[in-house]
Nanobody, 116 residues
């Protein structure tokens, strides 16, 4: 069964950093398009950053400032989202999405709260 599981969310102070993990199982993440989304209550889920099958980073609209970066550890079959200079507006549930030959697999999300 193909699945992705996010972890690493929590409470962080404004200006701080956090790294989220997306552990993949049932498929090899190293050559798949892997994406991070986030959703604020009441808003639509929006794409943040992705890593394509050629390991090129994809920055989506509104997230081109370089605060969010994605990386992949093939040995652990895990994708990471590094978030820096966090603000309260970054408070959201963050989701990992895998794109596997036309099949989309979502994780259940991990909550990030940015507050002092």
């Amino acid at each position: 069964q193909m699945q992705v599981v996010e972890s690493g969310g929590g409470l962080v102070q404004p200006g701080g950093s956090l790294r989220l993990s997306c552990a993949a199982s049932g498929f090899t993440a190293s050559d798949k398009l892997m994406q991070w989304f986030r959703q604020v209550p009441g808003n639509e889920r929006e794409p943040v950053v992705g890593l394509d099958s050629m390991n090129s980073m994809l920055h989506y609209k509104g997230f081109t400032g370089g605060r969010f970066t994605v990386s992949r550890d093939n040995a652990k079959n895990t994708v990471y989202l590094q978030m820096n200079s966090l603000t309260p507006e970054d408070t959201a549930v963050y989701y990992c999405r895998a794109n596997i030959r036309g099949t989309v697999v979502w994780g259940k999300g991990t909550r990030v709260t940015v507050s002092s």
